[in-house]
């Protein structure tokens, strides 16, 4: 909660050159992630740096480090002349006053000042939120017209003599954590401007420090904040919906059909393990024996909204490829809100509940034929196509009389090129934008318990189908023994998850026959005859190492990992399709500052001695 942030700031001694209030500001503006912002300030502040909501930034200069938003626009405004200007011009065309925030740091003369606040509240909600730096000078010295000291505060602090209720909710609260406090304030009426002049000269006459202090009337920061965050939490909720995840008990909400039932299987041990990691790796992720596979069904949604790339939204209730039952699961993605774990869905939490801008119900897209929804979780990724997307296709494929359209996302030239090489025709498919709501008369998608990454017997034969179909369409591009390299890939997004030597790896590999192969380069008919065609693979873990689902059963498949995070999920596959399958484990660089997906190295050597052991002919283990 923010009044944790709040203690956790007030009790840490930061020194003069922390600005504590912009820690305060930056934790509000996390917690209302969708939140329209007008900014005026003379410089931008880097507390909205992050924001992805709508921002109208007023200032002297463009920002040095733009800000994320996906709706941001600035306008040069070096005074307050020019800020009183444009809001009168622009009232009329901002969408019905839509900031629900305010925040000032231009010229602290207490004359603009007040100016600016009724210029701004031109352009801006009846309840939004005021946040004014700079309320609370130091000394005397900072708190006049012009700088007497190395810095200026200015005349901020007489803002709670001019400020006067409007409506209920009004507040004008000030808090004074270093360096110079700041106040938060709603519900007030336009200034009174020619009450300005007498106010003040009557608060410049204050010659002292000892003057100065009673005037500025202080409040603990938490209580500040709180109102602020009671203040943008009001002003939010009338246009949001609160969402709530979609269970069981919501089945009357659509219609099921099964597909598979769960089942138990048991995972069989790989050929071998080996860590060739000097620090080690946490190997209770390498797991086999008995395991519980996913249920599998068709779910129907009649007049459900359909937002990001997977979220279904029907009576309030969200619904994905993933049967969840704890809204811990939406709260997390709401956390996300701005992030790929996000999807694009608008949800954002609001006081830590999960909520939806209503504008993106009120602005949907509508879809009025029956289509079966494809587009996988994790939709720029080909290995969560062949497992997740495909079998989405070969569902609308089969039934065509039950959908009249196959709704996916296909904004890459290799989906449209798969999706036609499988026999979907230009004309079935409806391509989805993630930014756009829509609005589905009869929406259909596959779901199943959790992500197990177990291929089904089903899905086998589809794949095998599609080998069969493409047999003939291209020849393979490589040996019986194949390495499936991510080397250009590497080289060209700056190592991410890149194997640091894997120029050394594939000199060893060549030398005991394998052929490099970099799935990416090549058409989908390419790659099921040269993965079809392989006894051997070996590959670095990742999407292309999902091509083993065009292998034939047997196929020996040696993983190279950088950490044990995906190896479950990874050999789930390989075992699933009844591969032969081995792990090779390296060792990630922790001198990477990314937290996830580190450039890592391998022990080449050891290695090549262990993969050339494990090759049908080496007459060791593989013999």
Known sequence: MLSGVVNAISNRDFGDTMHNCSELLSSLVKRYADLPILVIAKEFPSEFTDHLGRILYLGAEFPERPPRSRDFRFVLCEGTETIERFAAAAAPDQGGRPYALVFIDHDHRLDSVARQINAARNIARDDAVFIFDDAVPPTIGMAGPEPTEAWWVGEVWMLSQLLRPARDGFFCLTTDLPPTGMTAAAGFAPIDLPAVAPTYRMLSAVATDAELRPLIPLTDANTVFSRADAGLAAAMMPGVTRLDIGGEADSQLFTR????????????????????????????????????????????????????????????????????????????????????????????????????????????????????????DEPDNWGMWLLLGLPSLHEFLANRGRYEKFFCYAQHPWQRRLLEDLGLRPDELIPQDREQTYLCRDISLIRKSYRDMFVLPEERAFFRAVVERLAGAAPSRAGRRIFVSRITRTQAHGQYRGLINEAALIAGLQTLGFDIVEPEYLSLAEQAATFHAADVVVGLGGAGMFNTVFCKPGTLVITIESTTSFVDAHTNIFASLGHDYAIILGEEDLDDPRPVQRRWTLDVSRALDLIAQALPDAGGAGG
Do not use: C, M
């Open 257 to 376: 059909r099964r597909v598979s039932e769960a089942f138990r299987w048991n995972k069989p041990p790989a050929r071998f393990v080996a860590d060739l990691s000097a620090r080690g790796n946490d190997l209770s992720r390498v797991r086999h024996g008995p395991r519980h596979g996913a249920a599998k069904f068709i779910d129907s949604f009649a007049d459900a909204h359909l937002i990001g790339f997977t979220g279904i939204v029907k009576d309030s209730r969200y619904f994905d490829h993933w049967l969840k039952e704890s809204n811990n699961y939406l709260v997390d993605r709401a956390r996300d809100y701005g992030s790929y774990g996000n999807q694009w869905t608008g949800i954002v939490l609001l006081n830590e509940t999960p909520v939806l801008p209503r504008e993106r119900l009120d602005n949907a897209l509508p879809i009025d034929a029956p289509v079966l929804f494809g587009t996988p």
